[in-house]
């Protein structure tokens, strides 16, 4: 099955946070051995903010919500040679204005 690709643009200037996954054992005598824990250890999150019309704001918001924040789908990332990167939305909200509406998303990137 084909994943639904965003139709929407995040305003610049979002936040890519990378951390990761290790696992640390700690002796007793002030050492650490860290390795690399899982086969995809690197998942970035991103934290976006969308500005879009009123009247594009609904078909936003029903995009999200029926996603549910459990199924993936498509982000194009500006940054990265409009590369296309699977994401789940576990978070939003948004700020109505007079002509715009604002979201801010928080993406997870999944395998």
Not at 4 to 25: A, F, H, M, Q, S
Not at 37 to 64: C, E, I, M, W
Not at 71 to 96: G, M, Y
């Amino acid at each position: 099955m084909a994943l639904d690709i965003l139709p929407y643009c995040p305003k610049p200037g979002y936040t890519v946070k990378n951390e990761p996954r290790r696992k640390v054992n700690k002796f007793g005598d002030g050492y650490e051995q860290r390795m690399v824990d899982g086969l995809n250890p690197l998942l970035r999150k991103y934290s976006l903010t969308f500005k879009v019309q009123h009247k594009s704001a609904v078909d936003f918001d029903r995009f999200l919500r029926n996603k549910g924040g459990v199924t993936a789908f498509l982000f194009r990332e500006k940054a990265n040679d409009n590369q296309l990167i699977k994401v789940v939305c576990p978070e939003w909200s948004k700020t109505v204005g007079k002509t715009h509406t604002e979201f801010s998303c928080s993406f997870e990137e999944v395998v």
